[in-house]
């Protein structure tokens, strides 16, 4: 019984045409053979897996096939079958890895001023060319320099910075790019078209993501998947196979966050970990979602509406604003970074859903139908706030001078209102989103008149002194009272009550509350006494008006 090829050999390109992902190599190439202004050496660079050897042989047979020198060798003729085959004599592939000695370079190089025995170049293929010696560099040069008419180099590696200037400055250099994941998934699909295996798009999107970039990885991949599932390809096999996260977890995840949903987010993180998956990934793919999101709301055309995720794509760019994508796309990114430094991975991607959520605007747009269009979160609150995440200590008080500047903060007013106004409530009636709101949360009023808004931002949170922040709040305080109003901004601080601080008092007090509640009910102190009970504080939670 003959054994089957692997597919990264099966279908292995044969010819400039078949390569996938390296138009630009191609053309260049396929010129410099048609014009036939050759070069006597060549330097192919590139990430593993995107066609660097692939692209030598065919330059191999292009060289020497019966036919001539041609871009489009015949692949039929003696020299073709034999260099597809990997048995003809004057191609000598050198592995510089295994061969980094300057006495091979020697034997090689000594070999190279013999003619070829049966073809019209002698062609050297030396891969991973960086491994090579000083010494052996050295020895290389001179015969770049002066090169015999019948030989051709070709050069392949993966670090091209190691490689010597000298050497670089005679070789005509080609960079191989990494191949676009929607090439791959098409490339893939063609091959099992071939083979008669029945795929689905999001198997193949899953292995060419897995691939990153290289086509020989994707179809060691395919491979794998086509075995881990028994000769067939699905998603639920590939996705077992690669470990990879099931996106609905993370659209459910943004649905939640669109209802202000913090115990649903939870919930899913917890299932998450149940399932052992992974968070790094998990965030990864979070951010990949987030710049689809902004891809549609600013180039629609950009998604593929073959993707089988399209409809909760586009149905979460209606509910998202697009300056809350962007922050959220950078707390993913910033929270995948501090992943490391989290006390554990469950910590450090809950800790980036708390942080989304807590920046989330107020004024979402969260309609019934909105939602059902994305993956509906079931059996969740309408709209539970941040403080469903938060644990804050079971024994605040609120001290005497923090109430009296809390009720002197509240004397503040604005005349053109018509009411009573302090900066925490217009905060919150300017419906800023994003760094802008963080920025007015984390400021405190020194002036605040009708005409005239001067605010002081702590030293801790300067780095928010953006102008487009500030730019965004003086438009909305414009708006709000239909006339300009004069801002500024400085760093300083009166009595440290920001909104922020005074919300944190105003969520203390609550869970001060609740927790003496709790101590107090009849029930509670009953069993305390009955069964020598403890009452776990950090349980207890206020209840969300």
């Known amino acids: 019984m003959s054994q089957s090829q692997v ?20 053309k260049a190439l396929t010129n410099a053979l048609e014009q036939n202004r050759l070069h006597h050496a060549y330097l192919f660079t590139g990430t593993r897996g995107v066609g660097k050897t692939t692209v030598a042989r065919i330059l191999a047979k292009a060289l020497n096939c019966e036919k001539g020198v041609t871009s489009t060798p015949c692949g039929k003729c003696a020299v073709c079958m034999q260099i597809d085959d990997g048995h003809f004599i004057d191609l000598i592939e050198l592995d510089a890895a295994s061969n980094t000695q300057v006495d091979n370079m020697r034997d090689l190089l000594e070999n190279a001023l013999y003619a070829p025995t049966n073809a019209r170049f002698k062609i050297y293929i030396i891969d991973e060319v960086h491994m090579l010696s000083k010494s052996a560099f050295n020895a290389m040069l001179k015969t770049l320099e002066e090169p015999p008419e019948h030989v051709k180099f070709v050069l392949a590696t993966t670090d091209p910075q190691k490689i010597p200037v000298t050497v670089l400055s005679r070789c005509l250099q080609f960079n191989l790019k990494h191949i676009p994941p929607p090439l791959i998934s098409e490339h893939l699909r063609n091959i099992l078209a071939l083979e008669e295996i029945p795929v689905d798009s999001v198997s193949l999107a899953l292995i060419a993501q897995a691939a990153q970039g290289s086509m020989r ?14 000769g067939k390809v699905t998603e639920s096999t590939v996705r077992d196979m690669l470990g990879a996260i099931d996106k609905r ?3 459910d995840i943004l649905t939640a966050l669109a209802a202000k949903n913090g115990q649903q987010m939870l919930s899913l993180a917890d299932e998450m970990e149940m399932l052992c998956l992974s968070f790094e990934s998990a965030l990864q793919d979070l951010a990949a979602i987030l710049h689809r999101i902004a891809l549609a ?3 629609h055309q950009a998604i593929d509406n ?9 149905s979460l760019a209606k509910i998202f604003a697009p300056d ?11 929270g995948r970074n501090d992943l490391s430094l989290a006390p554990d991975e469950y910590a450090g991607f809950t800790m980036t859903l708390i942080r989304m959520l807590t920046f989330a605007p107020d004024n979402l747009v969260t309609s019934h139908s909105s939602l059902q269009q994305s993956h509906t979160v079931q059996n969740a609150p309408a709209a539970n706030t941040a403080h469903e995440f938060t644990h804050t200590k079971s024994n605040a008080v609120i001290s005497t001078k923090q109430k009296k500047t809390t009720e002197s903060l509240a004397d503040q007013h604005i005349s053109s209102t018509g009411s009573l106004q302090n900066w925490p409530d217009l905060v919150k009636q300017l419906n800023l989103t994003g760094m802008a709101k963080m920025l007015a949360q984390h400021s405190e009023a020194n002036i605040l008149t009708h005409d005239k808004i001067e605010l002081f931002v702590p030293e801790v949170h300067k780095h928010l002194l953006d102008k487009k922040y500030q730019h965004a709040i003086q438009t909305a305080l414009d708006v709000h009272f239909c006339k300009p109003v004069s801002l500024n901004f400085a760093i300083g601080s009166i009595t440290g009550m920001t909104p922020v601080a005074i919300q944190q008092i105003e969520n203390e007090t609550k869970q001060a509350k609740a927790i003496a509640a709790i101590e107090k009910d009849p029930i509670v102190q009953e069993l305390v006494d009955s069964f020598d009970a403890k009452i776990i504080e950090s349980s207890i939670k206020p209840i969300q008006n």
């Open 324 to 334: 809350d994508i962007q922050l959220f796309y950078q707390i993913a990114l910033h």
């Open 306 to 314: 073959e993707m089988p995720d399209h409809q909760q794509i586009f």
């Open 249 to 251: 977890y993370l659209y």
């Open 7 to 26: 597919l990264a050999r099966k279908w292995r390109p044969k010819t400039f045409s078949e390569l996938t992902g390296q138009d630009h190599v191609v």
């Open 217 to 230: 990885d994707a179809l060691s991949i395919l491979d794998q998947a086509i075995a881990f599932g028994d």
């Open 297 to 299: 709301q600013t180039v």
